[in-house]
């Protein structure tokens, strides 16, 4: 059974950091693209950050490039989030992703299989 476990979230304000883990198992963790979502309530899931199988290639939304890092441990079969500088607008769930690829990373959710529970990142002053 795969299971994606985010954790790591929290309540921040304006400024500071967080660093969201999700620890996979159940699946050849090396051989998947990983990604972050996010999602507001009565909103469509938005993609944030994907990295490739190996980690050698990453891809951000533009709305947290330069402020968002994405990296994975397949030793660990974790994939994180660094966050910093977060903003109110950061606030959200974020979900991570699995897709089976050794190709290109994608921004669309459709295209991902396996994700997790999710994980709330508040950011308020």
């Known amino acids: 059974q795969v299971q994606l476990v985010e954790s790591g979230g929290g309540s921040v304000q304006p400024g500071d950091s967080l660093k969201l883990s999700c620890a996979a198992s159940g699946l050849s963790f090396s051989i998947y693209s990983m990604g972050w979502f996010r999602q507001a309530p009565g909103k469509e899931r938005e993609f944030v950050a994907g990295i490739n199988w190996r980690g050698g290639s990453t891809l951000y939304a533009d709305s947290v490039k330069g402020r968002f890092t994405i990296s994975r441990d397949n030793a660990k079969s974790t994939v994180y989030l660094q966050m910093n500088s977060l903003k109110p607008e950061d606030t959200d769930v974020y979900y991570c992703?699995?897709?089976?690829?050794?190709?290109?990373?994608?921004?669309?959710?459709?295209?991902?299989?396996?994700w997790g529970q999710g994980t709330q990142v508040t950011v308020s002053s």
């Open positions: 992703a699995a897709r089976p690829s050794l190709s290109t990373i994608t921004t669309s959710s459709t295209d991902y299989v396996y």
